[in-house]
């Protein structure tokens, strides 16, 4: 298992109308980013972490320089190293199973049996992103349970995979194989972990690679159905390698990880390629979008 490391957290508050342009500096300086909405002064606080020690420099002329754009003080960034901690221990005992659609979702924790006819997804919560309680996972797997009702699929992409959760939830539902891709090396060794806890190993292959210019990628394709639980800006700049990559007629794309705010962007991206959108589901503010190529 990879050593847990220290993470360094940039903090900043700006005015509400601000806070999208904020989150998007913040992700040329970050790995991952967060906001969270102050209702009571009209305010959003974002976050942003990194494994690198931030340049600090950099990032006060870069919220100058943008707060002088809107006309407003430049918020006061503040600087936090973090220590390590195992997330997947601590909330180990936190993680009760989800039932969603026909999916149960567990943690090794769990004795109960699953409920009868459902598909259970053992997993636990840790150094992977994917364990069903985000509202993103929860629209891709309820898509996936829905996709199942009408369509065959012999070839899926699953991509940025995270845990393998929604590789898993497809690999029980087709029993076809599946390419889960993921640009981080923690992630791939987690879902392969995973897939062969759950008895589907066999049909899941896991790779670590950048987006669609893997070999393994590439050569896999072209693809019935893609899944694609990663972020807005990442989804709409890949958003041509996704047609590309997805079999015209009969192929469907679930893309999610997207707030609501951003769903008639990512489509936008996606239509411009000539996709068009089949189903819309919002669940607490996070949209999950099922496209298909004509």
Not at 264 to 285: E, K, P, W, Y
Request: charged share 25%.
């Amino acid at each position: 298992m990879r050593a847990l490391t220290f993470v360094w957290r940039i903090e900043i508050k700006v005015p509400r109308q601000t806070h999208q342009a904020f989150e998007d500096l913040f992700l040329t300086f970050s790995s991952a980013v967060t906001g969270f909405e102050n209702e009571a002064d009209n305010s959003w606080r974002i976050e942003g972490f990194t494994d690198a020690e931030p340049d600090e420099q950099k990032v006060i002329l870069g919220l100058k320089n943008l707060a002088a754009i809107f006309d407003i003080d430049a918020p006061v960034p503040r600087f936090d190293l973090m220590p390590p901690k195992d997330w997947g221990a601590e909330n180990f005992s936190d993680f009760p199973p989800l039932k969603i659609g026909q999916f149960f979702i567990h943690g090794s924790h769990v004795k109960e049996n699953p409920p009868a006819g459902s598909i259970a997804l053992g997993l636990d919560a840790g150094t992977a992103f994917g364990s069903g309680e985000h509202a993103s996972t929860e629209g891709c797997l309820r898509l996936l349970s829905d996709l199942k009702r009408t369509e065959r699929f012999s070839r899926i992409l699953d991509m940025g995979c995270g845990s393998g959760i929604l590789s898993l939830a497809a690999a029980k539902l087709w029993r076809a194989p599946i390419i889960a891709s993921d640009i981080d090396d923690e992630a791939t060794r987690v879902c392969k972990l995973n897939a062969d806890q759950n008895g589907v190993g066999r049909l899941i292959r896991a790779t670590c690679a950048r987006g669609y210019g893997s070999p393994i990628v590439r050569d896999g394709g072209p693809y019935e159905l893609i899944i694609c639980n990663i972020l807005a800006r990442p989804l709409m700049s890949m958003a041509g390698d996704l047609n590309r990559h997805l079999i015209s007629g009969t192929g469907y794309a679930i893309v999610s990880g997207l707030l609501e705010r951003d769903g008639n962007r990512v489509l936008s991206a996606h239509r411009s390629f000539g996709m068009r959108l089949v189903r819309r589901i919002t669940i607490r503010g996070w949209q999950t979008l099922l496209i298909a190529k004509p």
